[in-house]
């Protein structure tokens, strides 16, 4: 084991030196004509762009997919199969056999339907200042604006604990394939 880090220390330190002496240079090159439009940005563009493309996939049963029309079409194919299946419920009586670590008093505590005040005590425990959600509104605007949006949000939070499910358009998200 001795050994091999030696090996290894060996390798790094010439590749290290290597790469600090060129790194500074190529920083260089890129801060005088990297934002410019000139042959050395569109190169680098370029290559970016090579090494970031897909030439080909792996398809269903291992087979290669390729073609700028055919990769799409399967990774389409693919996210609509994955999302399109429909929920089957299962039968509750599973859930008999699964041990009670909550005692009941509460358990009973907790399926209380909460009271417009309850529900302002937690808008207003969020912080001011804290980061947006996927809507960008921060705790601020929901305080700012209580006495409009009342109803609304207990409406909403009693419609969630009842079961009837909340609006699609709150529960929209959006899919970003990276």
């Known amino acids: 084991m001795i ?75 693919y996210y609509e199969n994955i999302f399109s299946h429909k929920y089957h419920r299962t039968d509750p009586q599973f859930l008999d056999s699964v041990p009670s670590i909550i005692p009941k008093e509460d358990n009973n505590d907790l399926m209380v339907i ?30 700012h604006s209580w006495d409009i949006i009342e109803d609304g949000i207990c409406s909403m939070v009693l419609d969630i604990i009842n079961g009837r499910g909340v609006n699609t358009f709150i529960t929209y998200t959006y899919l970003v394939l990276i």
């Open 3 to 77: 050994e091999l880090n030696r090996i290894n220390d060996e390798y790094i330190l010439p590749v290290k030196k290597i790469n600090s002496f060129w790194k500074p240079k190529t920083n260089l090159k890129w801060n005088i004509e990297g934002y410019n439009n000139t042959s050395y940005f569109l190169k680098m563009i370029r290559g970016r762009r090579k090494i970031l493309s897909l030439h080909r996939i792996k398809g269903e049963d291992d087979q290669k997919i390729e073609g700028t029309k055919a990769i799409p079409e399967a990774a389409i194919n």
């Open 114 to 143: 909460p009271i417009k005040q309850e529900v302002e005590h937690a808008v207003f425990g969020i912080d001011p200042d804290s980061a947006g959600g996927l809507d960008g509104f921060k705790g601020k605007l929901f305080q």
